[in-house]
Structures are given as C-alpha cells and as structure tokens.
C-alpha cells in the first residue's frame, strides 16, 4: 500500500492541483471537500490514471470533523503519512466593515478547522513512526495588507500554529511546514479580479496588473508552482525542513 495523503479543500484550484500533483507522485489519497461533485469528478479522473483515491465530504469547520476525516482515512487507506490543510477562504473589508462574523468566518475556516484536523490526525502519524503537515498560507501569513485584517490575522495565526508544532513534534518524526504563495490564478483569483474591478473603477486586465506590481517578478503565480512545493515538503528530501514558511512570491516579501 502506498503512503497516504489528506488534502482538503481538493475540489478545485490549489487542492485539485495539489491532488494531481501527489497523484503523480504515487500516494493514495483522501480528497476532503464540501463541495461532493467536482471532487468526485476528481477523484474519477485521477482513479482512470491508476491512482488510489477515497473521498470525505464534509464541512471542516464543524467541530467533528478532525475526528470524521481521520476515520475515513483510516477507512481508506490506515494510517496517513501526509495532510495538507488546504482549505481556506479569503474575504476583503474595510475595518469598518470588518464585523464579528466576517472574523469568525476566517478564523472557522483559516485557523480552527486546521488544527482540529492536525489535533485528530498527527496522533496517529506519530503512532506509526511519522508524517508530514502541510498548511496552505499564503504572503498574509507574513506581512499585512489593506483591506484584508481578518484574513490575514486568520492566517497570521495558521503560520503560529504551524511554527509551534513543528517543534513541539521535532523529535516525534512529524515535520509542520507551510506553503504562503503570492496571488494564484484559481476561481478565487478571478473573484478577486472582479471585486477590484467593482470598488475601483478598473477592468478587470488592469486589476490584474496592479496585482502583478506587487511581486518583483511581475507575475501572478500557478497552481502547479504551490503543488510543486507541496510534494517536495511532502517527500523524504524535506525531512529536516521543519517550521518553515516557504515563500512562493518572487522576492515579495523578505523573511
């Protein structure tokens, strides 16, 4: 049986990348999701190709469902070596507007439902003689933005996490790392666009090259890039990168 991996959020942009990716590579895979269809289109099209694939609907920010997910893995496929907490969301507000529910739809998501997933599963890695943890920030992990505090406090938060575990799991064989990627062409990107468009007065190409602006590369990164990231932290060439933030900005943001 091969290593097996958890990835949530893997219905569609950086989780269907990062899905294709880790197919590639040869791990079965849990795909977790709320969203049934496109994932189980998904895992259709990696099954053709010979992958082992199971998936998990559900809803990660219910306060089950660490436990739900790490039982269909073990259902699936035993023990994981790997999870990649992926899911995510990402709203914009003046601080005005930046309300208690705005907060908390952030927090559920970004910080809460990624560490009760890490609470359930990285138990029963350490059981078994070790794993991976791979948590999708993003630059908000890192820096601050207008219009973006509680996502970026969200994910500020997620990069703590991760940092504390790493060494709290150092000698236990389990290494905690993030991936914080610039702007990526996903759905979430284009909605981004057109909000930029909406409050601005911009098209939506001119939108996008002011986003460009911000990275000394000029450019709006690809999913295959974060994927590609992924699956090397993932692998045993990564075993002694442990609670780090790894930048996919093109020199955005020094650290």
């Known amino acids: 049986m091969p290593q097996s991996v958890i990835v949530t959020g893997a219905?569609?942009?950086?989780?269907r990348a990062i899905a294709e990716r880790l197919a590639a590579d040869g791990y079965a895979l849990l795909l977790v999701a709320?969203?049934?269809?496109?994932?189980?289109?998904l895992a259709a099209d990696l099954a053709s190709q010979g992958a082992k694939v199971a998936t998990f609907a559900c809803d990660v920010t219910d306060d089950a469902a660490g436990a739900r997910i790490r039982d269909a893995a073990l259902d699936a496929f035993g023990?994981?070596?790997?999870?990649v907490n992926n899911a995510g969301m990402a709203e914009s507000a003046a601080l005005a507007k930046t309300d208690d529910?705005?907060?908390?739809?952030?927090f559920d998501l970004n910080v809460f439902a990624p560490i009760r997933i890490m609470r359930a599963v990285v138990p029963r890695m350490v059981e078994h003689g070790g794993g991976r943890v791979v948590n999708i920030g993003s630059t908000a992990s890192l820096?601050?933005?207008?219009?973006?505090?509680?996502y970026a406090a969200s994910k500020h938060a997620l990069l703590g996490a991760t940092r504390s575990l790493a060494r709290e799991l150092a000698g236990k064989g389990v290494t905690v790392n993030a991936v914080c990627p610039g702007y990526v062409r996903t759905e979430i990107f284009d909605e981004t666009l057109r909000n930029i468009a909406d409050r601005t007065g911009l098209d939506e190409v001119q939108a996008e090259e002011k986003l460009k602006r911000m990275t000394p590369q000029h450019r709006i990164f690809e999913t295959d890039e974060i994927a590609n990231a992924v699956s090397f932290l993932l692998g045993d060439d990564a075993r002694g990168i442990n609670g780090q933030a790894l930048s996919i900005d093109g020199a955005e943001i020094e650290h």
Do not use: C, F, K, V
């Not at 709320?34 to 289109?41: H, I, V």
């Not at 529910?101 to 952030?106: G, V």
């Open 79 to 83: 023990p994981p070596w790997g999870l």
């Open 34 to 41: 709320r969203n049934a269809g496109p994932m189980d289109q």
């Open 101 to 106: 529910e705005l907060l908390r739809r952030h």
């Open 11 to 15: 219905s569609r942009g950086i989780g």
């Open 143 to 150: 820096a601050g933005y207008p219009y973006i505090t509680a």
